[in-house]
């Protein structure tokens, strides 16, 4: 699982922990809310039956019969009360009456419990006691939300004395309804916070691990070969950690190119070198003239193809080791490669070469590797063309690109060589004389592509014609 899957995760987790806590907790507060906003209107209740009563029993020695016909008739009727989004449509509310021995002598919702003594109940019992008496009781009832029935009691006092108890007692289904409502409400929010914190966590997750997702990609471009500018990283930890892995890039790439530079170095020195020791032997031996002006000129041959290969490979080496321009400037490509035309025109007219400009096309970079670069593809064409032969140079601005293009009418690439033509020290031997180059130039104008943020190619011309080359750079504005 990547960092920025553990981390929306982790948020998710942690949000939905925290939602349903906060919901429990205020379910269970809303919960209690309501109940206690049930019981104080059922106290007041209770109160002012139990004093009403009290007057009536004062003034008349008996409690009135009116009093059953009147709550029966209450509990008959039909109302229509909407309260918010409940419409209420009839009344829930009862009460029974006791002596003071906690026998029942009234029962307005349930008849039956007449002549019942119910002082083992805490509202009777407490209340007899003088002290306030409540309780909540189990309804023996199939519907799973009013299985709880409230019940409030007040004592009824007759010359100063607790003579029986008034109880009001409402069944729980009218407020589950209310809290039903208020769960749903509770759900639904809890849900879009959950949803909604998912996409802030995913926000938050890609906006913390973009950074090393960039070091990531940096590291990857570093392990397949290339040289990417390092990452803009914040923070001083990320920081410190990309400037280490350039370090540590920049001290296993010297360690590696010393290496492979030194290998590479002595193998092609060998030949010309050990051209130059044979024909020195020689010449310490008396040989006719003829044959030491030959021993000599191979000498000074060798020397200058060993010139050459040190400037090369010194010129490479420069160009391998550097991570960016330093100072890149914005370069006409079109003027560029007419002036390393006319520079080649003055060398050889073996070949002829045409050349096809395009308007306004500007690139920014040095632009004395990027004359080396075009130089040595000019050059590889000429070298691989036939006497008479036409090599076609063309400039072309596309989109965001310029591409400079090199057709020969040569012999080709082969197959096996398509993959190792950029490769350093790798050198096809010329048609015209059979002798192979250093094998650098190629590789050069690969590593002026990569530090322009370009590429470059070398491919068979689909007619098979002859190779082509391609250097595409990114155009200026």
């Known amino acids: ?46 109160e002012t039956f139990a004093a009403v009563i009290s007057k009536e029993i004062e003034a008349e020695g008996k409690l009135d019969e009116a009093w059953a016909s009147g709550l029966k008739a209450a509990n008959q009727r039909t109302i229509h009360a909407q309260i918010y989004n409940r ?54 009832s199939g519907d799973k939300r009013a299985i709880w029935i409230f019940y409030v009691a007040a004592p009824i006092i007759y010359h100063g004395h607790i003579n029986g108890v008034v109880s009001v007692y409402k069944a729980q289904s009218d407020i589950a309804e209310f809290f039903a ?9 809890g849900l879009g916070v959950i949803i909604v914190s998912t996409g802030v966590g995913a926000a938050l997750s890609r906006w913390v691990t973009a950074p090393l997702a960039r070091l990531t990609r940096h590291a990857l471009a570093i392990a397949a070969g290339e040289r990417p500018a390092p990452p803009q990283l914040p923070g001083r930890h990320l920081r410190i950690l990309g400037e280490s892995l350039e370090r540590m890039r920049d001290a296993l790439e010297g360690r590696e190119y010393v290496q492979s530079f030194v290998q590479a170095l002595s193998h092609e020195m060998k030949a010309p070198v050990a051209a130059i020791s044979g024909a020195a032997e020689l010449l310490l031996e008396d040989i006719p003239a003829e044959q030491r002006t030959r021993f000599l000129s191979n000498i000074r041959a060798e020397s200058a193809r060993l010139e050459r290969l040190i400037e090369e490979l010194l ?17 006409d490509i079109s003027a560029l490669v007419d002036r ?15 050349f096809r400009p395009a308007q306004a096309a500007f690139v920014r970079g040095d632009e004395f590797m990027l004359q080396h670069a075009i130089a040595n593809l000019i050059q590889n064409a000429v070298e691989f063309s036939p006497a008479g032969g036409e090599i076609s140079v063309s400039v072309e601005k596309a989109g965001r690109s310029v591409t400079v293009r090199v057709r020969d009418q040569g012999p080709g690439v082969p197959d096996y060589a398509l993959n190792k033509v950029f490769d350093r020290f790798y050198s096809l031997p010329r048609p ?9 130039g190629l590789c050069l104008v690969r590593e002026v592509g990569h530090l322009h943020n370009g590429r470059v190619t070398l491919t068979n011309r689909r007619d098979r014609s002859g190779a082509e080359a391609e250097l595409v750079l990114e155009a200026a504005e």
């Open 315 to 331: 010129a490479l080496s420069v160009i391998e080791n550097r991570k960016r321009l330093e100072t890149p400037q914005r370069i």
């Open 87 to 140: 419409l209420k449509t009839h009344v829930s509310l009862d009460l029974y009456i006791t002596d003071a021995d906690g026998n029942v002598v009234f029962d307005s919702g349930h008849p039956e419990n007449v002549g019942r003594n119910f002082k083992a109940f805490r509202d009777v019992a407490l209340t007899l006691q003088g002290e306030y008496g409540a309780r909540t009781s189990r309804q023996d």
């Open 432 to 440: 015209s004389t059979g002798k192979k180059s250093s094998g650098l």
């Open 181 to 189: 409502d208020t769960e749903r409400t509770l759900a639904l929010l």
């Open 340 to 354: 390393v035309i006319a520079e080649t025109h003055a060398r050889t007219s073996a070949v002829s070469i045409d």
């Open 1 to 46: 699982m990547s960092i920025t899957a553990r981390i929306l995760v982790g948020f998710i987790i942690l949000a939905t922990a925290g939602v349903f806590l906060f919901l429990g907790f205020v379910t269970k507060r809303i919960e209690q809310a309501y109940q206690e906003a049930v019981e104080e209107p059922m106290v007041d209740t209770a």
